[in-house]
């Protein structure tokens, strides 16, 4: 009998190591579909939406980069569907391989779908458990065509918005990574924001952001940028100054940002400071160093101090807050409902700006 329950035992771990493994259920590489991107547009069909999934050529190599032209290096299917849910199993009928969602780089959802289609997408897409949720969701007129913008790259097949993403090069932190959008999309006091982008003749360029609230925004180049100074976004700004008929550019600006929510009776008064610094790159004119540093950190300061009142405007005439002004609200004592209102807001701003003495023309 203590033979036969050791015997039992031991076939028992033996099982358990190999469930535990994992291996019984691996799908080989050829077996799978990888998808590199999403987009979704209206369709003409009212309560259905326009799927398209784009996927890597897996017979493109880096042997054949010379010869593969780049619309080859990727291809993609389309389908009508009511839901995300609905699309992957549509899209699944058109492959002979499973769809793999791990890799999903980009996300894209047309400026012109209702604000519930963006929701109910955000959530699928974290609630299904196929998403790595390290992709970006970006706002676009037309989402199809931004899945095409595939120019040659250095790694066959990439993502070229993807890599743009991720590069420290960017003058700001994009917001839309997938985590960060669902976080905030069901943290209240916040308006979930990603990067708006704009697209002319094969190219794209970043410079806006899309807020999420009763409909989807698109916020103004100048509002954006106080957007990022309010967030304390601001990686390595550039802004040029006038002086005597000379402009002067001042670059690598960064620094940080620091908010207070306070309420005093039935006023509500957001306080920002913002410390800046940068350097002068082009445009030095010579002469007294002193009195041409005094004017142009003037000059900046004011243009930071212009672009942080029109993003104050924005959110109110959205009806949004990306800021987070409602959430730091709710955290503080303020005793701030975080639900969206803007009424008997005010903002005071404190701009210091100053010059580094590390620029090339310094």
Request: aromatic share 8%.
């Amino acid at each position: 009998m203590r033979r036969r329950n050791r015997i039992l035992r031991a076939l028992a771990a033996a099982l358990l190591m190999i469930g535990l493994t994992g291996c019984w259920d691996q799908h080989p590489v050829e077996f799978r579909a990888p998808v590199a991107g999403i987009a979704i547009d209206p369709s003409k069909k009212p309560g259905e939406y326009l799927y398209t999934f784009l996927f890597p050529n897996v017979t493109t190599s880096t042997s054949s980069l010379a010869t593969t032209p780049s619309s080859d290096e990727f291809y993609s299917i389309q389908v009508q569907a009511n839901s995300l849910t609905q699309a992957l199993e549509s899209a699944q009928l058109h492959q002979s391989r499973t769809l793999y969602l791990g890799q999903v780089r980009i996300l894209c959802l047309s400026t012109k779908l209702p604000s519930s289609v963006w929701k109910r997408t955000i959530l699928a897409s974290s609630d299904s458990g196929r998403f790595v949720l390290t992709f970006w969701i970006l706002a676009v007129p037309n989402a199809a065509k931004v899945l095409e913008l595939t120019p040659p790259e250095e790694v066959v097949p990439d993502v070229a918005i993807y890599r743009a993403l991720n590069c420290r090069c960017q003058p700001i932190v994009w917001p839309g990574r997938a985590w960060r959008t669902w976080a905030d999309l069901t943290t209240p006091g916040i308006s979930p924001t990603v990067s708006a982008l704009s697209t002319s003749d094969g190219t794209f360029e970043l410079g806006r952001i899309a807020v999420l609230g009763s409909h989807v925004s698109v916020w103004s180049p100048n509002a954006t940028n106080g957007w990022a100074y309010l967030s304390g976004r601001v990686e390595r700004d550039t802004m040029t100054a006038t002086l005597h008929h000379q402009t002067m550019t001042v670059g690598l600006i960064r620094g940080h940002t620091r908010l207070r929510v306070t309420r005093e009776g039935m006023k509500v008064l957001v306080t920002a400071k913002l410390t800046y610094s940068g350097e002068l790159t082009a445009g030095f004119l010579g002469g007294d160093n002193a009195t041409l540093d005094k004017h142009v950190e003037a000059d900046i300061a004011e243009q930071i101090h212009r672009a942080v009142a029109s993003a104050w405007r924005e959110a109110h005439a959205t009806d949004t807050d990306p800021m987070g002004f409602h959430r730091l609200g709710t955290w503080s004592d303020a005793r701030i409902s975080p639900a969206m209102n803007w009424k008997n807001w005010e903002l005071h701003t404190v701009v210091r700006f100053t010059l580094r003495n590390e620029g090339v023309m310094r």
